[in-house]
């Protein structure tokens, strides 16, 4: 079965310390999706990045990059420079083909990673 | 021009009421989704329909009951509320795996 895991509960910073948030995932699929998201305090959820299975080159966009390494199962998310507007809860996923291997349904996610960025 | 939007927002109820929330998407996606995120934000999938055929049903208790009337819209109806169905209801809808939600809807039961 799939699992994502994110130890951190809770981090906290101050405004322009770099922050990297872990997230270590479990499937017995070789081919899977990774996913991170955004829940601010307005509740919404933002998608902010989709990784296949096959890439593992790091991705960088503005101020985030994500880490991803299959060795140990892991897609880190770091903050560079945080702001107080990157305070949220962040979120992990994984998605991976349905039961028939014919498309990918549901997402899995991790328990979340409060971010407080202090002025 | 909200891609995926929820209605009500807020929704509170006494014990035993039926309610619905509807979910309609503007962006032409085939799949849409129903999630419940708990008191300690934990997200869990309960529904997928694709072109309005149910795809994914998780342990989801029968009082649940998704309708898709056409693959732009995927309501979720909930007879005989319980205090333990207080949470927040996300719609989302996907393409090319790419889910993209709802505001959420917060259902509170009294």
């Known amino acids: 079965a799939q699992k994502v895991t994110q130890a951190q509960t809770e981090i906290s910073v101050v405004e322009k310390e770099d922050v990297t948030l872990d997230c270590v995932y479990e499937?017995?699929?070789?081919?899977?999706?990774l996913f991170w998201y955004k829940q601010p305090p307005s509740g919404e959820l933002v998608f902010l990045i989709r990784?296949?299975?096959?890439?593992?080159q790091n991705e960088i966009s503005g101020r985030y990059s994500w880490n991803f390494q299959k060795s140990t199962s892991s897609f880190n998310f770091t903050i560079t420079a945080s702001q107080v507007v990157d305070s949220a809860v962040y979120f992990c996923a994984l998605s991976e083909k349905s039961a028939g291997g014919t498309s990918y349904g549901k997402l899995t996610f991790g328990q979340g990673t409060i971010l407080t960025v202090h002025p | 021009d909200t891609a995926v939007s929820q209605t009500p927002k807020y929704l509170v109820t006494q014990m035993g009421n039926d309610k619905s929330i509807k979910c309609e998407q503007n962006l032409g996606h085939d799949t849409m989704y129903w999630y419940k995120q708990d008191s300690k934000k934990f997200l869990k999938i309960m529904f997928s329909?694709?072109?309005?055929?149910?795809?994914i049903n998780e342990t989801v208790p029968n009082r649940f009951s998704p309708k898709s009337p056409d693959k732009a819209h995927l309501n979720l109806h909930i007879n005989s509320l319980e205090l333990g169905d207080s949470a927040v209801y996300f719609c989302?809808?996907?393409?090319?795996?790419?889910?993209?939600f709802g505001a959420g809807t917060r259902l509170s039961v009294l």
């Open positions: 329909y694709n072109n309005k055929e149910l795809i």
């Open positions: 499937t017995r699929d070789t081919t899977y999706y």
């Open positions: 990784r296949n299975s096959f890439d593992e």
């Open positions: 989302a809808s996907s393409e090319k795996n790419i889910q993209y």
